[in-house]
């Protein structure tokens, strides 16, 4: 009798479905490009998703193991970790386009009366979340960003749904959030308080240079850094006459190297630190990044813009500095996706080389995913597409015509793809944007701010010489 009640029980077991798991969200038939250790590309893969994480990626026969809520059939198409923009000023949007035409000094003519007479909460809030919709749609999950009231950037970002590391920015001289020099520390302070355990804002302190901040108050944002363990984010070595102007702030500078050899030897390059820009040092300085971990975001296109220079991020990447890409604000490069950075990170390092072989298309996907989130310290969380990382990512247009004929799913990527292509973006889990449709915010409310935004940038624009090209 045993016998036979345990056979029954073996041709139920048999018998009885498999429970598929519950989860949020489950993509199916995608191209999977995983940018994890191994650089898996998954053809006709499926990936699951529930709460903010990814709980399991692998081929077709994964998705009978899981039933969604939310089912996207990806029909081939792209599935990749969102890109990460590792410098902005994402408020300046509401003046880009604005001092374009000849004039003489577009930061003292143009941008800083700007700011003086037009910022406030209102102006720096609506603005940022105009780009972080901007940014969504061009398939940046990630961005780091350098200005004033980053609070209220912080607000905007989390309405949008993009993860930001948001550095509150600390100057020698009065701006629009403090009426004293250097006010930015105890704002950055109480910012940091305020988001320190926020699942998608990661505040920071934002020295904003070493020729705006003087050695005291540069080693005060490493101590909050080092307090909070929290980023700090700075522009570095970005002007070819940067020593000069450091030196007039830092005169026992005078000693020193280079710029990059000072700030070690006062004690302020830290892991914590990603460096903007990075364009004029040497050989010795890129071996110091590297030795104290910090960080760099290269911005081809704001550098040559600016006529800045070109960095040699070709040779800090094979140093193996923690390297990836950013955009600088809309007023420096007026574009903010980072698929349009790629090809340009190649076509000017081969360009100052004269040679044609730096920089795979891989490679360039590796600084706009995997590399940034190093550079971010972030590795563990994003980055990648991996089961217990965040569920971060975006669906790319396989079949639009410039993705033809797709041999190789990189160099498609990298050289190939535009803003445009981006179908679908996820951040944390959650939808942000689907077949082109921004779902996290009411966009014809938004539209009404901005236009007041807008209005009131271009009135006073309009009164400023070379703010507006007017045909008279």
């Known amino acids: 009798m045993s016998r036979r009640l345990s056979l029954i029980g073996l041709c139920l077991s048999i018998a009885a479905p498999v429970m598929a798991e519950p989860v949020d969200i489950l993509i199916t038939d995608a191209t999977i490009v995983t940018m994890d ?36 059939d990806a029909g081939g198409d792209i599935v990749m970790p969102g890109m990460i923009n590792l410098h902005n000023h994402i408020s300046m949007v509401a003046f880009r386009g604005l001092g374009e035409y000849e004039v003489e000094n577009l930061l003292f003519d143009v941008m800083f009366p700007l700011e003086k007479e037009l910022l406030n909460r209102n102006l720096i809030h609506v603005s940022a979340r105009q780009s972080a919709i901007e940014l969504a749609m061009g398939g940046v999950t990630t961005f780091a960003d350098m200005y004033y009231h980053e609070d209220e950037v912080a607000r905007a970002t989390k309405e949008v749904g993009l993860r930001g590391v948001l550095g509150e920015t600390v100057i020698g001289f009065p701006v629009v959030d403090s009426k004293k020099p250097y006010g930015g520390l105890a704002y950055a302070e109480k910012f940091i308080q305020d988001f320190k355990d926020d699942d998608l804002i990661t505040p920071a302190i934002a020295p904003h240079a070493p020729y705006t901040v003087d050695k005291e108050h540069l080693l005060a944002a490493r101590a909050i850094s080092d307090k909070y363990e929290v980023p700090m984010l700075m522009h570095m070595v970005e002007f070819p006459d940067e020593y000069e102007m450091v030196l007039e702030r830092h005169p026992d500078m005078a000693n020193a190297r280079s710029e990059i050899a000072y700030l070690d030897e006062i004690g302020f390059l830290s892991p914590r630190l990603l460096a903007k820009h990075v364009i004029h040092l040497d050989d010795a300085d890129m071996d110091l990044l590297k030795e104290r971990g910090v960080g760099v975001a290269h911005n081809p296109k704001a550098n040559s813009k600016a006529a800045s220079g ?20 809309p007023m420096s490069s007026n574009q903010m996706d980072i698929l349009t950075v790629m090809h340009y990170v190649a076509s000017v390092a081969r360009l100052r080389l004269h040679d044609a072989r730096p920089y795979t298309p891989l490679e360039l996907v590796e600084m706009a995913t995997i590399g940034g989130a190093r550079a971010l310290d972030k590795q563990d969380d994003i980055g990648s597409l991996e089961a217990g990382k965040r569920a971060d990512l975006i669906i790319i247009d396989r079949d639009a015509p410039n993705m033809q004929p797709g041999y190789d799913v990189y160099a498609a990527i990298a050289f190939g793809a535009y803003p445009g292509n981006v179908l679908t973006t996820i951040v944390n889990g959650q939808r942000v944007m689907e077949d082109r449709k921004i779902l ?18 271009k009135a006073f624009a309009e009164t400023l010489e070379g703010g507006i090209r007017n045909e008279r």
């Open 37 to 72: 250790a191994e650089r898996q590309v998954i053809e006709k893969g499926a990936l699951a998703i529930k709460g903010r994480d990814i709980v399991a990626i692998g081929g077709a026969d994964l998705a009978a193991s899981y039933e969604a809520d939310h089912v996207i």
């Open 440 to 457: 996290t915010i009411d966009v014809e409310s938004h539209d009404a701010e901005w236009k007041a935004v807008k209005d009131r940038v």
């Open 310 to 329: 070109i960095s040699p991020a070709w040779e800090m990447m094979k140093k193996g500095v923690d390297i990836g890409l950013g955009t600088d604000g």
